[in-house]
């Protein structure tokens, strides 16, 4: 499988004050791959003469805090961080199903910050609410409730550390940042098509679980919000192939017939 990850897209949701955060990624691990005891005078003066590299016109100044200062680029760290934990495996690991079910859970009601990369999520079905707990848990964050005081405003669970590193791991996997009725969402990323069965199923009852609304006299279950028809095909696609059954999308939701939402378990 693709990575739902990948180290050279997270380095770029950081900014480097002089290059391409990717770029610096690559210049750090060359400079400190030179002798603990060279300063960074010797270290920029060997990195620009190796012609085995792509660098040119290196400064000392460019490595000088690496070198010198024992320092990292931030987006060396989240680098760093997504590969200790698992967030960037290629194969479908629990740490990588943990990321899925955390992508699609800011999908139906979560939200990442667009300043901090902070995300967090308000789910009020007490099952979703321990499969995001659990989520986070797998994917080495843990977490932690935030209760409001004011009843208009819902309960948060949040990432108790790595927060805004998760943030950004998510908003690579396809995760929406910011705003989500500020841009079309044409439906759940691509892999979520691809995920294991098993994956793909807990990924749907995520999503039903919470934004699934039974109609009056019926057993089917209605999914809406303002998102547009290809957003609700992919997703009533997604549960037809898990449940079999009939399940039609249209400009304004979703709706799961009874039959699919037996399969699913949910009647």
């Known amino acids: 499988m693709t990575p739902l990850i990948k180290d050279e897209t997270l380095a770029r949701t950081y ?4 290059k391409d955060p990717w770029r610096a990624i690559k210049l750090y691990r060359e400079a400190t791959a030179k002798p603990t005891d060279w300063g960074s005078h010797r270290v920029a003066s060997a990195i620009n003469s190796d012609q085995s590299n792509d660098f040119d016109g290196v400064s000392r100044s460019e490595v000088r805090a690496w070198v010198d200062n024992d320092s990292m680029p931030d987006a060396m760290r989240a680098v760093e961080t997504a590969r200790d934990l698992g967030w ?5 690991t629990d740490t990588v199903g943990g990321i899925a079910k955390l992508v699609i859970g800011t999908y139906a009601f979560g939200s990442i910050a667009k300043r901090t990369y902070s995300p967090s999520w ?3 079905n007490e099952k979703v609410i321990r499969t995001i707990e659990d989520a986070l848990t797998q994917v080495g964050s843990g977490f932690t409730h935030v209760v409001r005081d004011n009843p208009s405003q819902g309960d ?4 108790d550390s790595h ?3 998760l943030g950004r791991a998510l908003a690579v996997a396809g995760a929406p940042v910011g705003n989500k009725n500020s841009y079309s969402i044409t439906g759940f990323p691509a892999w ?21 609304i039974q109609q009056e006299g019926k057993a089917t279950l209605v999914v809406q919000s303002d998102r547009g028809s290809d957003y609700f095909e992919r997703i009533a696609q997604l549960i037809r192939d898990i449940t079999g059954e009939t399940v039609t999308a249209s400009e304004h939701g ?3 017939s009874a039959n699919a939402v037996r399969e699913l378990g949910l009647a």
């Not at 960037?88 to 479908?92: D, G, R, V």
């Open 192 to 212: 979520s098509e691809s995920a294991p069965q098993e994956l793909k199923k807990d990924l749907v009852l995520l999503f039903v679980r919470e934004r699934g």
């Open 15 to 18: 900014s480097h004050p002089s």
């Open 122 to 124: 308000s789910p009020t």
């Open 163 to 165: 927060a805004t590193r």
């Open 88 to 92: 960037t495996a290629q194969e479908w």
């Open 156 to 159: 948060e669970i949040r990432p």
């Open 254 to 256: 979703v709706t799961i």
